[in-house]
């Protein structure tokens, strides 16, 4: 009888052991897949992308494979930005970020950069609102149009 159940325990313990390892195998392709296509084809506007939180988004979305439209101030900075992200990544999984020049002193432009967004991919996904203006300066110097400006941009965002 020891020997019919050690045998059993032979043959079962490996075959279970195997089946558990495939399993775990499996798990983990499943969230590595999930995990990259989360965003996958999304589109997603980053606002001030050449801030350091800006990067950091635009380069973890950009590996998923989202569709990047890329805000800042300096066109060249979102160039250099641009050609890092293409570097860094697998050009069969992204796609190249579009660039959007975008101050938010200028609450003006706002309905043209919108405009701009939407016919480069008719919707929009995801928004991150990095932007924000700052002022250094002792409050009772700041001006009331200035102030407002803040509150506009800070506080209630473009409209």
């Known amino acids: 009888m020891d020997l019919a159940l050690t045998s059993v325990v032979l043959v079962l313990v490996p075959c279970g052991l195997v089946v558990l390892a495939g399993v775990v195998y499996l798990y983990g392709l ?20 050449l801030s350091s939180l800006g990067k950091e988004c635009a380069s973890v979305f950009h590996k998923g494979g989202a569709r990047l439209i890329l805000c800042g101030k300096s066109w060249e900075k979102l160039e250099d930005l641009a050609d890092d992200l293409a570097c860094s990544s697998d050009p069969t999984d992204t796609f190249l970020p579009k ?19 939407m016919e480069c991919y008719g919707c929009l996904d995801v928004l991150i609102l990095n932007s924000s203006l700052k002022v250094k300066a002792p409050a009772h110097c700041v001006s009331l149009e200035t102030d407002k400006l803040l509150m506009d941009n800070n506080y209630f965002g473009p409209r």
Do not use: H, Y
Request: hydrophobic share 55%; net charge negative.
């Open 30 to 49: 499943v969230a590595n897949l999930l995990s990259k296509t989360s965003v996958r084809n999304k589109v997603v506007v980053i606002t001030d992308a």
């Open 99 to 117: 660039l959007v020049l975008l101050d938010f002193g200028d609450m003006g432009s706002m309905a043209e950069v919108v405009m701009e967004v």
